[in-house]
């Protein structure tokens, strides 16, 4: 699960890559597109999360900043950026993320 703002330019050719590879989608956004391309390297790779993330961060052309939560990994948000702004803050044990 997660959230993006930005706009992802390869989303076309990266949505190509996933459908080859077994994936459906319910949309036409480049947030779906970024999703499960984090979940393809995930699943293809056995990886852990970060490492997910990174993949996708080097295929992705564009500007965005997300945040992704993993159901192996219940409690945690992942969150990743590229030249959009986003802030984390942490108080009263309580964090936030935001995206402007």
Do not use: C, Q, W
């Not at 036409?28 to 996708?56: C, F, S």
Request: aromatic residues 14%; proline residues 3%; charged residues 25%.
């Amino acid at each position: 699960m997660g959230v993006h703002n930005g706009i992802i330019e390869n989303y076309e050719e990266l949505r190509d890559k996933l459908l080859s590879n077994g994936y459906s989608f319910y949309s036409t956004t480049d947030t779906e597109v970024a999703i499960k391309l984090v979940d393809y390297y995930y699943k293809k790779y056995k990886i852990g999360p970060i490492d997910a993330i990174n993949r996708m961060m080097v295929r992705v052309r564009g500007s965005y900043a997300l945040a992704l939560m993993f159901k192996d990994y219940p409690g945690e948000i992942y969150a990743a950026r590229k030249d959009s702004p986003m802030v984390i803050g942490v108080a009263d044990g309580e964090s936030f993320i935001a995206f402007l």
